[in-house]
């Protein structure tokens, strides 16, 4: 079964602007991580927080996590070409130990050059 | 440092043929996980193995199944396949020395299986 669900499902927006991607969860986490898939390809991870904290920069990526409404939301600013992809939330299978992880279906972002 | 690397890369077989798809996990890597990808169902956790053991175990039937040997190399083998098992198979590396799945994970580009 998903854990985490991404909002939207599908997302265009112009070279430039921002992207906002959400996700909610179901279950209490300990961390919360990113993933992004380039056309059917294997997953890159992007960035993981913890549950202890509330945002998370990497370049231009930030993310987001409040525990209390169990969603997180990734925004990534000033796009690029190159960001046309598929991006998934994901958590730890069991909710602790290293196992794998669930992910949600992914939101599809496309940057119109 | 080498990624995760996985073989085949395409795969076509026909029902009820069974197959092994192999990962090689990054240098010193000890954590081998195997994921499912369809369009319906997205990306499902198969199964994960450390030092040889399988520690977790997905919702799929027993007719996945997997392994791992002694250098962190794990196979994953399919029996009596079904169409529904039409998918791209991810596998991923990751240090897994500590609780709390704090670690992540490196995927492979994955294997393209086709049933007929």
């Known amino acids: 079964s998903q854990q985490g669900e991404e909002d939207p499902q599908a997302l265009s927006i112009q070279e430039g602007e921002n992207a906002t991607m959400n996700c909610s969860y179901k279950t209490s986490i300990n961390n919360l991580q990113w993933y992004r898939q380039n056309s059917g390809r294997g997953l890159v991870h992007l960035i993981l927080i913890r549950s202890n904290e509330r945002e998370k920069h990497s370049g231009r990526l930030r993310v987001t996590l409040d525990t209390s409404k169990k969603s997180s939301s990734l925004l990534i600013t000033a796009s690029r070409a190159a960001d046309t992809a598929s991006y998934f939330c994901a958590t730890p299978h069991s909710g602790g130990g290293a196992d794998g992880l669930t992910f949600g279906k992914g939101t599809h972002l496309i940057i119109q050059p | 440092k080498a990624g995760v690397t996985q073989t085949p890369r395409y795969l076509i077989k026909t029902r009820g043929q069974q197959v092994t798809l192999s990962c090689s996990p990054i240098s010193g890597h000890r954590s081998v996980s195997w994921y499912q990808q369809t369009p319906g169902q997205g990306l499902q956790f198969l199964f994960e193995y450390f030092s040889e053991t399988q520690r977790n175990k997905g919702n799929f039937p027993g007719r996945f199944s997997g392994r791992q040997f002694s250098n962190s190399r794990s196979e994953m083998n399919v029996s009596t396949l079904e169409l529904g098992d039409s998918a791209l198979y991810l596998c991923?590396?990751?240090?897994?020395?500590?609780?709390?799945?704090?670690?992540?994970?490196?995927f492979g580009p994955g294997t393209r299986l086709t049933v007929l």
């Open positions: 991923a590396s990751s240090r897994a020395s500590f609780a709390g799945g704090y670690n992540e994970q490196f």
